[in-house]
């Protein structure tokens, strides 16, 4: 346990931060709205704590000494942890219990985060929190009650359930008076998706149009990117069809011809085994299988 006399003060670290920055105490007097005087009073005495000078005066300002530069980047990282812990408790309504789903950002951005208020209307008891990552592997993530991710079709999967397997539809920005899908596809970019560039040559494949090779020479990680691309004139993209509806629906986009494949894939969901007989688990859990369904 560290006895106070050996640990700064919030006020001095805040202070050398801003010299730090600044490089300059009178403009880190302003940003703290104290004065000169007080900021370097603050340095003086982080210096004698540590037994080191943090900061070198030289005839075109301040710059920080060796010691200066070794310590800044770790008490950046400390005070953000602090007011990033702070702001979440803050944030935070203990009275509630909470619920914390762990998807990949494209389902939480081209769907969940539309629907989520859905479920709060089911049991707004509960205060959700929502993480996105882009994992591989279906593996719970730190503190998740639920974790939700887009992997390959099987059944070795350990714990999981699947939930949803995986259609794309065909999508672009305007309508086309093509009526044949070569055409369709020659007349527009193709936008790939990094992560998975065999949809393009799958669907090329049922549709038996294998010479068309016009993709777009930017392509992109994830579909919500891939989605406001199309948005933007840039082309074609293929898009799982859940993710789609209300543009498709308000006629922002169009899915040509109807067409769409079965990619292979399929949304797969964990839970700790400690928590499956949660009832906000199996709350969740109830109404987003009726909701992708």
């Known amino acids: 346990m560290f006895k106070s006399s050996e640990i700064p003060t919030i006020k001095s670290l805040r202070s050398f931060v801003s010299v730090a920055h600044h490089q300059s105490f009178s403009k880190a007097a302003k940003e703290l709205h104290v004065t000169q005087g007080a900021v370097s009073k603050q340095i003086t005495l982080l210096e004698n704590m540590l037994g080191q000078a943090l900061f070198e005066r030289q005839i075109n300002g301040i710059v920080l000494t060796p ?13 953000e ?27 939480a951005s081209l769907w969940l985060i539309d629907k989520v208020e859905e479920f709060r ?7 959700v929190k929502i993480r996105t990552r882009e994992d591989t592997e279906l593996k719970l993530a730190g503190e998740a009650d639920i974790v939700l991710r887009c992997l390959p079709l099987s059944k070795h999967y350990e714990h999981s359930e699947l939930i949803k397997r995986e259609t794309l539809l065909l999508v672009g920005d305007v ?8 055409s369709i596809l020659s007349e527009h970019s193709l936008i790939p998706q990094t992560t998975r560039p065999q949809l ?48 498709l629906e308000k006629g922002e986009l169009v899915n040509p011809l109807g067409l769409s494949i079965k990619s292979g894939y399929g949304y797969y969901m964990s839970v700790p085994s400690y928590r499956l007989a949660s009832r906000k688990v199996q709350l969740f859990h109830q109404w987003l299988v009726e909701q992708l369904a």
């Open 81 to 107: 942890i602090i007011q990033h812990a702070s702001a979440s408790l803050i944030q935070s309504d203990t009275t509630q219990e909470q619920l914390t789903i762990d998807v990949p950002p494209s389902f």
């Open 200 to 247: 393009w040559e799958l669907f090329k494949s049922q549709y038996q149009c294998l010479d068309v090779s016009n993709y777009c020479q930017v392509g992109f990680e994830h579909f919500y990117l891939s989605l406001e691309a199309v948005k933007r004139g840039r082309g074609l993209a293929l898009i799982p069809d859940f993710m789609l509806t209300k543009e």
């Open 175 to 182: 309508k086309t008076t093509c009526t044949d899908i070569e």
């Open 67 to 79: 010691a200066g530069k070794q310590y800044l980047p770790k008490i950046m990282q400390a005070l």
């Open 121 to 127: 209307q089911i049991a707004p008891e509960l205060q």
